[in-house]
């Protein structure tokens, strides 16, 4: 069983920046892809940024320039800086483990999730 730990979200101002990290269990981490979700209130879960097991990145048009996902294999950990924030930014943001090595929206686990609020 495979456990995703988020943390790093809270309250930043307008153009701040945060950065959210994820720390998986299990063995399987450098095999698959992984990804950031983010859900505002009364919206659909929506894809943020993916990163395959290789590195290879996507990141959704919205935050695309602003956001970078990276993972360290060591740890087991995958993050999402967050730059030039925007109060559309907030929502709830949730770490997911793909299913396969590259990036194909199928996800086999979540994280319980963070909060990301954004003032502006």
């Known amino acids: 069983q495979v456990q995703l730990v988020e943390s790093g979200g809270g309250l930043v101002q307008s153009g701040g920046s945060l950065r959210l990290s994820c720390a998986a269990s299990?063995?399987?981490?450098?095999?698959?892809?992984m990804g950031w979700y983010r859900q505002a209130p009364g919206k659909q879960r929506e894809l943020v940024a993916g990163i395959s097991s290789g590195g290879s990145t996507y990141y959704s048009d919205s935050v695309k320039g602003r956001f970078t996902i990276s993972r360290e294999y060591a740890k087991n950990t995958v993050y999402l800086q967050m730059d030039s924030l925007k109060p559309e930014d907030t929502a709830v943001y949730y770490c997911a483990l793909g299913r396969r090595s590259s990036w194909t929206y199928e996800v086999d686990y979540w994280g319980k999730g963070t909060l990301v609020t954004v003032s502006s």
């Open positions: 299990g063995s399987i981490f450098s095999k698959k892809a």
